[in-house]
């Protein structure tokens, strides 16, 4: 019997901080990730504050956890997308964000940077091709 991969969109909508579900959001992508599945990371809205560099979180007494993002790649993450409108609205641009890379440990293929910024249309399509949509 042969595996069925489901195509799993995980949407990060909030604020790196402050509430729990970026670090929930970020967990549950790794569990994802460990069972095989097509996972993909859209950040909208606030979220797209989850990929930006240099956060300090010492006045707020929190763990950061923003590091983590960029081991994605070895987990097999390999589809992180960035709406471009939610970048502009808060005066940011892809400069602003980590790079995430990724290699095929097969083939040795290597990409230095897997975040991809996308418009709002393509942000559809990407929807409209899941199996499995999770929002946070």
């Not at 240099?54 to 992180?80: C, H, W």
């Not at 940077?113 to 091709?129: K, T, Y």
């Amino acid at each position: 019997m042969s595996e069925v991969v489901k195509k799993f969109m995980y949407l990060n909508r909030k604020a790196p901080y402050g509430t729990i579900y970026a670090w929930e959001a970020l967990e549950v992508v790794l569990i994802g990730a460990a069972f095989d599945q097509d996972v993909s990371v859209m950040f909208l809205d606030d979220g797209v504050y989850q990929l930006t560099k240099g956060q300090d979180t010492k006045a707020i007494g929190m763990k950061n956890f923003s590091p983590t993002f960029r081991t994605l790649g070895d987990y097999e993450v390999k589809k992180i997308f960035v709406d471009r409108a939610s970048l502009e609205a808060r005066g940011l641009t892809q400069d602003d964000l980590v790079e995430i890379a990724w290699e095929d440990f097969e083939t040795e293929e290597e990409i230095e940077n897997i975040v991809e910024v996308i418009d709002s249309a393509r942000v559809g399509e990407l929807m409209n091709e899941s199996d499995a949509i999770f929002s946070f």
